[in-house]
C-alpha cells in the first residue's frame, strides 16, 4: 500500500520560511518522478515545482522560482519542498504526489501522478 505522509506546513509571517517534507512508503522510491501542488482557497489546484526520480532535474511553476526548492533523498524515501520569503498569496494546502517512470522526467500536470499525499496547510499572514 503507497503512503505519501505530508508534514511540516503552519502559520508563517510574511518573508518566513517552511519546509515541507513528504515521506513515503509501500513502492520503490527511486523509480518515481515527485511532485508538489498546492490548492488556495477557491481556486484550482496548481503545479508548484518538480523533481526527476534521481533528483537531477527540477523545475518550478514561475510565481515560485527563486523561492522554492524541491529536493529529495531516496535513502530516507523523502522529497522536501523548502520555502522562503513566504507571501500571503503562498497560502495554500500543500500536495505531493508521486509517479511512477523509468525516464529522467519531471511531470507538471496533475493526471501525470499516480499517487498523492494529504496535503498540509501553510498560511502566510501577519
Known amino acids: 500500500q503507497v503512503q505519501l505522509v505530508v508534514s511540516g506546513g503552519g502559520l508563517v509571517q510574511p518573508g518566513g520560511s517552511l519546509r515541507l517534507s513528504c515521506a513515503a512508503s509501500?513502492?520503490?522510491?527511486?523509480?518515481?518522478?515527485m511532485g508538489w501542488f498546492r490548492q488556495a482557497p477557491g481556486k484550482e489546484r496548481e503545479f508548484v515545482a518538480a523533481?526527476?526520480?534521481?533528483?537531477?532535474?527540477?523545475d518550478y511553476t514561475d510565481s515560485v522560482k527563486g523561492r522554492f526548492t524541491i529536493s529529495r533523498d531516496n535513502a530516507r524515501n523523502a522529497v522536501y519542498l523548502r520555502i522562503d520569503s513566504l507571501k500571503p498569496e503562498d497560502t495554500a494546502v500543500y500536495y505531493c504526489?508521486?509517479?511512477?517512470?523509468?525516464?529522467?522526467?519531471?511531470?507538471?500536470?496533475?493526471?501525470?501522478?499516480?499517487?498523492w499525499g494529504q496535503g498540509t496547510q501553510v498560511t502566510v499572514s501577519s
Open positions: 504526489a508521486a509517479r511512477q517512470t523509468y525516464f529522467s522526467a519531471t511531470y507538471l500536470r496533475e493526471n501525470d501522478y499516480d499517487y
Open positions: 509501500g513502492l520503490a522510491f527511486s523509480s518515481y518522478a
Open positions: 523533481i526527476t526520480r534521481l533528483g537531477g532535474r527540477t
